[in-house]
């Protein structure tokens, strides 16, 4: 594992008691990091906190799609570590699968409740606490599917791919303020969110990969903390694949 440089930084991971948000704050706390984990469930958070060794550990229960819990958190960790330099938004969900033709519409909102405006959210309030103090990174967890669009994952695709254009508005609304905002496109990734996805669709997944594997939480891990490092500088508004192959642009 190679050496990533976040000591004396602090960084919010949405989702992070399970799956890629886990691994990316485990990642960073070995960086260095203080991080705080947002996250919905309390004994998941418990659990990640236990996990993780590094930095300084604060976890917060938030639903992302409640703008004043985002909010609340913010602030609850502002308080915690004195500012936040990165934030890394993983909190997601598949969504249902279906064809678009059948697709429930509670569903279709649910999904781009959390996936498009949690990012929301969690970037207008971190946006501007970077903003102010001229130095942030932010990295959103879009989807492969978002540059693709998956067949009978249609509010996921479109979801994924609203968070891909939001990333390069506020990338490019942010430019000279010291704050990237950059975006990350896995491919398959075995973590608990294939309990909410059908078989099919997890054997359609796999066939698309020409490495022939699912991608790994630490490889995507390595990626976003890397991301939220000083060192990426004179990057922002990006699309960064994590496809083994996937991706044709
Ligand atoms: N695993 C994959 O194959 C894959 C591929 C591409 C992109 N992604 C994206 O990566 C991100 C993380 O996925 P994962 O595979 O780690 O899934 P996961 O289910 O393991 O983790 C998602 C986390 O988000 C949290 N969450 C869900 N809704 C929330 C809400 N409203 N408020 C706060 N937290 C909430 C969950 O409690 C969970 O801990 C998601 O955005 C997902 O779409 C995953």
């Not at 989702?15 to 706390?29: E, T």
């Not at 915690?80 to 429930?104: C, E, H, L, R, W």
């Not at 000279?176 to 973590?191: I, R």
């Not at 294939?194 to 997890?202: E, G, K, L, P, S």
Request: proline share 2%; charged share 20%; net charge neutral.
């Amino acid at each position: 594992m190679n050496k990533l440089d976040m000591a004396g930084r602090s960084a919010i991971v949405t989702g992070g008691a399970s799956g890629i948000g886990l691994a990316i704050a485990q990642r960073l706390a070995l960086s260095g990091a203080n991080v705080a984990i947002w996250d919905m469930n309390d004994q998941s958070l418990a659990d990640a906190a236990r996990a993780i060794s590094g930095g300084k550990v604060h976890t917060v229960k938030v639903d992302v799609t409640k703008v004043d819990q985002v909010e609340a958190a913010f602030a609850s960790t502002v308080k915690m570590f004195g500012k936040v330099d990165a934030m890394a938004n993983s909190a997601g969900v598949a969504g249902q699968n279906a064809t678009v033709i059948d697709y429930p519409v509670d569903e279709w909102l649910r999904v781009f409740d959390i996936n498009m405006n949690g990012v929301f959210y969690c970037c207008r309030t971190a946006g501007k606490h970077m903003k102010d103090n001229g130095y942030g990174r932010i990295v959103n967890i879009a989807s492969i599917a978002g540059k693709e669009g998956n067949p009978n994952a249609s509010a996921y695709s479109a979801s994924k791919a609203a968070v891909i254009g939001f990333t390069k508005s506020l990338g490019k609304e942010l430019a000279k303020d010291g704050v990237t905002v950059n975006c990350v496109t896995p491919a398959a990734v075995k973590t608990p969110i294939f309990d909410q996805v059908a078989q099919y669709h997890i054997d359609f997944m796999l066939s698309k990969i020409p490495m022939g594997r699912f991608g790994l939480v630490e490889e995507i891990a390595a990626m976003v903390s890397w991301l939220c490092t000083e060192d990426c500088s004179f990057t922002t508004g990006a699309v960064f694949d994590l496809s083994g192959g996937r991706a044709t642009y």
